[in-house]
């Protein structure tokens, strides 16, 4: 049992789209990344996934409507929910969501990061 600093994971990185993980519980990882830019639209058949930001804006956009989701704030997007990150200024934030989810759900692409780095 150890704690788990933030900041200090996030520092540890500058590169952007490309989750670590930083903790597992119950058959789910928590992630650590930054965005930066659009990524792709997709979605994931069977996992939710959550989006704390811990620094600057996220907006997530999905077919009908764009959420912005600012530091301390989290969004939850549901299994089949086709949805796009897109961060126009760098972000950091954790992912918790099902240790088989694939960060590009149903696409596959130079993006695809199927082995993920523990940090």
């Known amino acids: 049992m150890q704690k788990v600093n933030i900041q200090e994971k996030l520092a540890s990185f500058s590169d952007h789209w490309n989750p670590r993980i930083v903790g597992e519980l119950n058959g789910q990882h928590v992630k650590a990344t930054k965005l930066k830019g659009e990524f792709i639209w997709h979605h994931h058949d069977h996992e939710d996934e959550l989006f704390?930001?811990?620094?600057?804006?996220?907006?997530?956009?999905?077919?009908?409507?764009?959420?912005?989701?600012?530091?301390?704030?989290?969004?939850?997007?549901?299994?089949?929910?086709?949805h796009r990150p897109v961060a126009?200024?760098?972000?950091?934030?954790l992912l918790f969501e099902p240790a088989s989810t694939l960060n590009t759900g149903n696409v596959e692409n130079e993006r695809t990061r199927k082995e993920l780095e523990k940090i």
């Not at 912005?68 to 704030?73: F, H, I, K, Q, R």
């Not at 126009?88 to 934030?93: A, H, I, N, P």
């Open 52 to 82: 704390l930001v811990i620094k600057g804006k996220l907006k997530m956009e999905f077919r009908e409507k764009t959420v912005e989701v600012n530091p301390g704030e989290f969004i939850i997007v549901p299994r089949g929910v086709e």
């Open 88 to 93: 126009d200024e760098e972000v950091e934030l």
